[in-house]
């Protein structure tokens, strides 16, 4: 198993360098057997292609040549040429003068931008390199190309995936890829409060904010770090499996045969799902106030002199969050399963019922397996989500009963992301809240990794016997 | 069957039917709490935290309020709609092409994409967060443009979550698509004139759920309108009603408020409740 493992790994290495082998070789191939249509078409992006008739691809890569020259001396380089440094003159106010320096955060954004740039242009032009060499041997065997309008209509029919794609993936470059490189990099630089620019440039500080993180002396947040981590899963771990099994206990109540109006019950529960979250949480999370319904009924039935501090104390606060999450958690739950018990063949349950067997015995054999074995991948779904869960926690707590032992303000019942989030709006502490971030990335997929790979259903996709 | 077993059964019905009306009662408290406190007289009765359920005196004091001008609600509530208007088309039509894609065509790097928009799904969302605003900011879509700007943001990042859509384009068998390619239609043809009509139960679900988002959307929406009153949705604005302290008062407000916008979208949800458990089951079951 190892050694097939190892095996594996190698030949993708070389697969990797062998493919890298084989493009050299074809720019080298197309430039020394090309014609010269080809050979200038090395300097002149399309024009081999124009040349030849084929003038909707050709001016496709000469367009976008023009475009990428015209970005990078116009705009990118200037930001380019200074993100070794992120900037060296701040502005400043000289007299009643405003003197424009650098500016950090343009620098490193568009340098990223930039080096996005020239690995685009680079492709662009292997593209380019092959078009020409396509174009040539088709010519030799003495075809014809095709014509421009083939082209056009072949964006509808053979390559209609970079139709429908080309806008999508462009969006999620723009606004999901480059600002999550950009903000890995302030990782790794001191950009906080106190480092704002233009007035003050920040800079490379290379692993410094990991450090602190992982520091656990007067100044380091290391501490609280793992506190918040800890709560995190903890959190997670409660909300997915106490979710998971009243949800499906709840399924099982309502699909049972005796039961009548099983819709009106399932509509019920679902207005959970239905109400805004703000609405329905905020309220809940007033209720539960200090002077809030819960408390003013329980003291005035004498169950209790005092009111039950539900928010404020930190342990109660942690499990009026998790028992309130229930209230949101069950419903889902309850959808998905009820439609898989259903698949269940009942005749399992009749010959188990024949021998003797109990509700319990029943559940525990049958239907929990089936359970568990289909919604395996929802489970780590739920589970990762519920690590990124912000809106329960932020709307009833927002991380609160706060504590001057945990460092950067982060609260008792604070998950990693809503800590991340503070730490951005209030105390614009990007360069931690950066950290935080590639941490909950990191767990995520490590949880991710390892389950995944344990699930019975991808192990054995044959299904269940 | 013997009389024990009957009455055995008969019990555990009874304990059933006791379980559901005392979950029922439960999960609907908080809603029936939520429209008591909306008609509490706002006169009478001020309108903060009270600790009791029912309202000594009923009133349209709150609706009344929010409607006579003294703040945007109505301003709030379009914005909302506008942008859960937008987001749930373009959305749509964005998720509805990249699964297509994913799901039919087999092109170079095709699960090279899959896997790095997975790998991507697992940075946290906020953590963009300044980097959007400030994209956003030099397209002036930020404080008053911050309507457009939250539609942008949404939808130009919602490819990534194409799974159930995918999986449920998946179902439809191929062997259609061919005979349909033998006949001489283009790929383009066949998404227009099969795939989508056949799609019905998941573009309903996939609006749906666009739709629902923008209703709950705090964090970023409170980012980007940041002391804009004007550009303001109604999970920001009416969170501060409940929040701070400047607004003690406004709680009853604030439930006459909650009414207001939970009631279309808890009907429009109720009315599509079929589709959304389809989709619900089909993408918890295929992971």
Redo the contacts between chains.
């Keep these: 198993m190892k050694h097939s493992a190892a095996k594996r790994k190698k030949n993708v290495i070389a697969s990797f360098f062998e493919s890298i082998g084989q493009i050299f070789k074809n720019i080298g191939v197309t430039f020394v057997e090309g014609d010269i249509k080809t050979k200038l078409s090395f300097l002149i992006f399309g024009l081999g292609p124009i040349l030849r008739g084929q003038v909707l691809i050709g001016a496709a890569l000469l367009l976008l040549e023009a475009l990428f020259f015209c970005y990078m001396f116009g705009f990118g380089w200037q930001y380019l040429s200074k993100i070794t440094t992120l900037g060296t003159v701040a502005t400043q106010k000289v007299g009643r003068k405003t003197v424009y320096g650098d500016n950090s955060?343009l620098i490193l954004?568009f340098g990223v931008l930039s080096i996005f740039a020239i690995i685009a242009i680079l492709v662009i032009w292997y593209l380019n390199i092959q078009e020409n060499r396509k174009e040539e041997l088709l010519l030799k065997e003495g075809k014809r190309l095709p014509s421009n309008r083939t082209v056009f209509?072949s964006l509808?029919?053979?390559n209609?995936?970079?139709?429908?794609?080309a806008?999508?993936?462009t969006?999620?470059f723009?606004?999901?890829?480059?600002?999550?490189v950009?903000?890995i990099l302030v990782a790794f630089t001191n950009y906080d409060k106190n480092h704002q620019s233009p007035t003050n440039l920040f800079t490379w500080v290379g692993l410094e904010n990991f450090k602190n993180l992982v520091s656990f002396g007067k100044t380091g947040i290391g501490g609280t770090f793992v506190q918040v981590l800890a709560w995190t899963l903890v959190w997670a771990f409660f909300a997915t499996f106490i979710d998971y099994f009243l949800g499906l206990a709840?399924a099982m109540?309502?699909n049972?045969k005796?039961?009548k109006f099983k819709k009106l019950?399932r509509?019920?529960?679902?207005?959970?799902?239905?109400?805004?979250?703000?609405?329905?949480l905020?309220?809940?999370?007033?209720?539960f106030?200090n002077?809030?319904?819960i408390?003013?009924?329980l003291?005035?039935w004498g169950i209790i002199d005092s009111y039950i501090p539900f928010w404020t104390d930190p342990m109660l606060a942690r499990i009026t969050i998790i028992v309130v999450n229930i209230?949101i958690g069950i419903p889902?739950m309850m959808?998905?399963a009820?439609?898989?018990l259903m698949n269940i063949p009942e005749d399992l349950y009749e010959s188990a019922r024949i021998d003797g067997a109990s509700g319990w015995q029943m559940f525990r054999s049958i239907t929990l397996p089936y359970m568990l074995f289909?919604?395996?991948?929802?489970l780590?779904?739920q589970f990762?989500g519920n690590l990124?869960n912000?809106?329960v926690i932020?709307?009833l707590t927002?991380g609160k009963p706060q504590s001057m032992s945990l460092a950067e303000k982060a609260g008792y019942s604070d998950l990693?992301?809503t800590w991340?989030?503070k730490m951005?709006?209030n105390d614009t502490n990007?360069k931690m809240?950066?950290v935080i971030?590639i941490m909950?990335?990191v767990v995520?997929?490590v949880i991710?990794l390892v389950v995944y790979n344990m699930l019975p259903?991808v192990k054995d996709e044959e299904g269940f016997q | 069957m013997n009389k024990s077993y009957k009455t055995k059964r008969k019990i555990s019905t009874a304990i059933s039917y006791v379980l559901l009306v005392l979950i029922s009662i439960i999960w609907l408290f908080p809603f029936v709490g939520l429209v008591l406190q909306s008609f509490r007289s706002y006169k009478t009765e001020f309108g903060g935290m009270v600790d009791y359920l029912v309202p000594h005196s009923f009133s349209l004091d709150n609706y009344r309020f929010l409607f006579s001008g003294e703040t945007n609600f109505i301003l709030w509530y379009r914005n909302t709609l506008v942008i859960a208007f937008f987001v749930t088309i373009f959305q749509t039509i964005i998720v509805l092409c990249v699964s297509y894609a994913l799901s039919r065509m087999r092109f170079k790097g095709r699960t090279i994409l899959m896997r790095f928009w997975l790998v991507l799904g697992m940075f946290p969302g906020f953590l963009t967060m300044i980097c959007l605003y400030f994209l956003l900011k030099m397209l002036g879509l930020t404080q008053a443009g911050a309507v457009p700007g939250l539609i942008l943001v949404s939808i130009a990042s919602c490819g990534m979550g194409y799974y159930v859509c995918k999986g449920y384009f998946d179902t439809i068998p191929k062997a259609l698509d061919e005979a349909a390619r033998i006949d001489g239609a283009t790929r383009a043809r066949i998404f227009f004139t099969m795939t989508i009509p056949m799609s019905k139960p998941i573009i309903i679900y996939t609006a749906l759920v666009a739709f629902m988002a923008p209703w709950c959307d705090y964090v970023f929406a409170s980012y980007v309108a940041f002391g804009h009153d004007k550009s303001y949705n109604v999970a920001v604005a009416m969170t501060r009603w409940v929040w701070t302290n400047d607004y003690q008062g406004y709680f009853t407000r604030f439930c006459a408020g909650g009414v207001l916008i939970a009631v279309p979208v808890t009907l429009l949800f109720m009315f599509l409740q079929k589709y959304y458990v389809e989709g619900v089951t089909g993408g918890a079951v295929k992971g």
């Design positions: 955060f954004l209509l509808f029919d053979k209609f995936d970079k139709t429908l794609l806008l999508p993936v969006g999620i723009v606004f999901t890829v480059l600002p999550i950009f903000m709840v109540l309502i049972k005796e039961i019950w509509t019920i529960l679902v207005m959970t799902i239905a109400v805004p979250q703000f609405v329905s905020l309220y809940v999370m007033k209720m106030a002077d809030g319904l408390n003013g009924y003291i005035k209230w889902y959808l998905i009820t439609g898989l289909v919604t395996g991948p929802f780590l779904t990762t990124n912000f809106n932020y709307l927002q990693l992301v991340l989030y951005t709006v990007y809240a950066a971030g909950v990335f995520t997929a991710t259903s």
